[in-house]
Structure formats: C-alpha cells, structure tokens
DNA sequence: CGTATGATTGAGCCTACTCAACTATTGTGG
DNA sequence: CCACAATAGTTGAGTAGGCTCAATCATACG
C-alpha cells in the first residue's frame, strides 16, 4: 500500500527522499540507526490497516493491547470532558507512535480518531521487550522521545491555561511546524493542517467562535495568512514571541546515551 | 541524615516500615525488585544534598546534567508565564524522581523549589545507561512510569483548561491523594496538602482568590474539611464525579513486560 | 508586640462564552 | 449539470464567570 497524492502526505512522503519508513526517519533524525535496531523497528510495521478521514479508531475504556505506527496520513486523540468540552490532546502524523503514553494502562484513556485518510500499523505492547532487551541504545532514545513528549504537553499546558488566544494559537502552530521539519527538511514557512477551527478550539481551549475572530486578528496583524487549507507563518519571529516559544523538536540531548559504548554491545 | 519530626515527612517515611528507600517503595509498589535491581538503585541515592522550605534547587535555561531522586520532603516544579502568571507543573515527594520529564534537554526547561525543608540525592543523567543495559525489567518499568506521568498530565490539562473550580480543585486533591496512598497504605481520606492557595491556583489555572472562594463553597457542600494545614476528603465518591476522577497509580499493567521472561536474564 | 505571610470578602470590570443569523464551500443525487 | 444538503467559517449581541484591586482578618514568628 503506497500513499495517495495528497497535500498534507506528500509534504511528508516525498521530502527526504529515502526507503526508510517514517518511523526510522523520526528516530534517525536523532541518531544513526543500526541494521539490527532497523530490523527491530521494521518488525513494528508488518501488519497494516487503512483508515478512513473521520474515522473513529477506538475509544477510551476499551481494551488496550496494541500500539501504532503511523504509515501516512494525519490522526488525532482526544477526551471528551463531562460538562460538553472536549480536549485534543495530540496530532500525530507519519512515523508517529500512536499509544506510548498509555502504555502504563490495559484500557484505552482517550480516543483515537483519523483526521484525515491514512494507513497505520498495529503491533503488541509485548513487541517492546525485545527491544528494551536487544537494544539499549533504541530504547535510551525511545525513553528520550517519551521525555520529549512530556516536555511538550508542558509546553501545551502552559499555553492553553495560561495564555491569551492569539498566543495559544500561535503555540500550536508553531509546535506542529517543528515537529513536521524533522520529517521534512525543505518544508517552508507554509503547511497543511487538517484541522477545522472547532478541532483547533478543542486543541487550545477556545471556542470555535473564538478562533475564528482571532485567526482574522491574527492575520491582520500580519502575523499568519491562510490559504487553501494551508497556513503560512508570515512572521515566525513574532509568533515566537507571543507564546515564549521554544523548539522541542530541532534539538535533544542524546550524549548522556550516545556516549556510552557499552550501548553498542 | 534522617528525616525530621514533621507531619509531612511522618506520614510518608513511617507508613510501610521497612529498611527500603522511597524510589525501592515507589518501584515495588508494580514489581518486585531483585537485589541486582535493588544495588542499581542504590547506586542512585549515594550522594544527597538537603534543602530548606522555599529554596531555589535550580531554574529554566540552567544546565541541566543531573536527576534527583527525593529523600525526604516536598518540592515543585513550575514555570514563569511572559504575561505575569505561573504553573506550577508538578509536585514530587519521597521517592519521586525529579527530571525524567527533561532527560531530553541538555538545559533546565522548568524551575524547581523545595516547599518544605527536605533532602535529595543528585545523580547524573549517565547513570541510567548502566540500568538500560542490564536491567530491562526495571527499564520497562520506568518506561511505563513515564507514560503513567504523561498521563496524569493529560488529566491535568483536561481538567484545569475544560472544567470549572471547584472541579480543577477536586482533581488536585484527588490525584494527589492517590499518589500519597501508593507509599502509604494506611493512608486515610486526611492529608497534609504543603501548598498554599497561591501555588495551588497557580497549579490548576486560578486566582489565589477564586481558590479562597471555592474551598469555602466546597466546604459548605461537605465535599471537604480543612483543619491545621490538612484536608480532609469528605465525600470522596462526589469529588470523584465532580472532575471524572481515574486513579492513574493505584493499578497500571506490567503485564507487557513482566511476562516475558528474557527480561529476567 | 510588631511584622510577614496567608486567607477572606467585596466591588467592578473584561474577556471569552453562548446563541443566533448569515455566508462560503464542498459534495451528492436527480 | 444543476439543485440541494451538509459542513465550515464569519459576524453581531448579550451574558456570565473569574479576574484585578483593595481592604480586612487570622496566624505564625522573631
């Protein structure tokens, strides 16, 4: 099964021109990846299933034996709050893994829902041992990249509870933009997000009212345009400084495992 | 050095009397721990340095080499917001470890401060390489602490930027609550909450007011007493319902990994 | 006893919400 | 190919909840 040719997948799938999957490309950015741990990590992706847009994957309370490796196309989770809000909690997009952060639980504690066409990869949590005991330097980075993740719902939870909607807006833009210049080193200050301004809302704490008046206030001011479904980051800069961003994604510290060479063995 | 006559450290260092340190507790809580595991673990509480109510451990931007794992006491990270305000992320107790959220940053991304005199034992990032190599089963296991954090952190989040008051509070109050009862089985529904309004506003996205105001109303609906500094859960079952409460510490499956038996090699 | 910290209470304001109407765009079946 | 429906976005009006400011009360400590 090969990606269709489509914005939002062809932005990801044709940028650094290789056979890797998007998974070794994710982890690759960080550090050179060995020809075991690549058969390890391709051992992750055998099983396949397509996803329709808007499709609903599973929902919280299920059972939770599985992880995913995102193949192509875009997916969401989220949590519905009792008094009628809902919560998006993450966007994932290719070589994403879907559900490390639920792992320390049998049943599903959010939602799963395909934003967009797509294509994932199934595999057991049980698939994880093996790599934790074969790979230590893969599961040193692996760790890192739970870190990393952990380190960036901060980063939400302090926008989205503290801040203005402009600057909670802007956070999220920029955070997905980082995030897909890993996977993607000629991407542009413009990008496809395939989200409406109700998911955004969800995504921000606002309302879907609320985003749209801002993203006008926002544009404006000259800060983004819009364009066919695409966002341009006009003045990345200023954006930066309305949210006190920082760049999660660009840099990590891998030196406290990389120079280890007992790692290696 | 040993822990002062203190109702906050009481509670905790007393509870289940044992020669074992508070990580030992913490970890064999979800699995037993060998000796092998146990020496390694030791050798992350070697050093210890002791700190005062309110002193500053180290803040953002700082270099960042070091975890910590708590002896005794009470700290809290947090972080500055541009606008004025501040976030407290998370508060840490005996045998917490502090930092595994920023292993991925060579510089300090939040503050830390003691809130209660304490002690805690530095150890260098470094050191977790040797555990990666030879203990798979103790990896796994933190692996799975780490997404049980990511977790509650998306709690907090679904909490403090979808729901009202009284119902961010109740949540505090909750997952505070059960974390304690982890190392403290006999735990009642009292306990020391070593935060005060400000910090516990600044925990769930309130004025230090709007908390004076809620705890007064949710004292007069019965939900909760307050007396010397302590709280006292009321009605634990409406606390409960009021913010959709899920005890993420009481059960997490360790079934992945400890039914695989190469990992005990 | 005086000071510092923390909690409470009142008054007024402001922001983002809801409700609602309307426009724009996309997709589908006759 | 067009007409209609469904989805998404925009704009206006009124409201409510939590904020700030400020004064007062309570408690702990030197």
Redesign the pocket.
């Known amino acids: 099964m090969s990606a269709p040719d489509d914005i939002s997948t062809r932005q990801v799938c044709d940028s650094d021109e290789n056979k890797d999957s998007g998974l070794v490309r994710k982890l690759g950015y960080y550090m050179d990846i060995t020809d075991l741990e690549r058969d390890l990590l391709a051992g992750l992706e055998t099983a396949e299933r397509s996803v329709r847009a808007n499709e609903e994957i599973f929902v919280g309370g299920g059972r939770n034996d599985n992880l995913f490796v995102v193949k192509y196309g875009w997916l969401y989770t989220y949590s519905n709050v009792p008094d ?2 809902r919560l998006l909690v993450r966007v994932y997009d290719a070589g994403d893994v879907i559900g490390m952060s639920t792992l320390a639980f049998d049943h599903h504690i959010v939602n799963l829902r395909a934003a967009t066409e797509g294509c994932i990869c199934p595999f057991p949590k049980t698939a994880l041992g093996p790599l934790m005991k074969d790979a230590p330097r893969l599961t040193a980075l692996w760790f890192t990249l739970a870190a990393r993740e952990e380190t960036v719902l901060v980063d939400t939870l302090r926008a989205t509870s503290r801040m ?2 402009d600057s909670r807006i802007a956070h999220l833009l920029l955070s997905l933009h980082a995030r897909l210049r890993i996977t993607n080193s000629r991407l542009t200050d413009r990008f496809r997000l395939p989200l ?3 998911d955004i ?1 969800d995504a921000v ?9 801002t ?2 206030a926002m544009e404006s001011k000259g800060l983004i345009e ?1 364009c066919d ?1 695409e966002i341009i980051l006009t003045d990345p800069k200023k954006l930066g400084q309305l949210c006190d961003f920082h760049d999660r994604y660009s840099k990590m510290d891998t030196s406290w495992f990389l120079g280890d060479p007992a790692l290696l063995a």
Chains 1, 2 share one sequence.
């Open positions: 009628g809000g203005r909607p409406n301004q109700t809302g704490g606002l309302s879907n009212v609320t985003v749209s008046r993203f006008s819009r479904g």
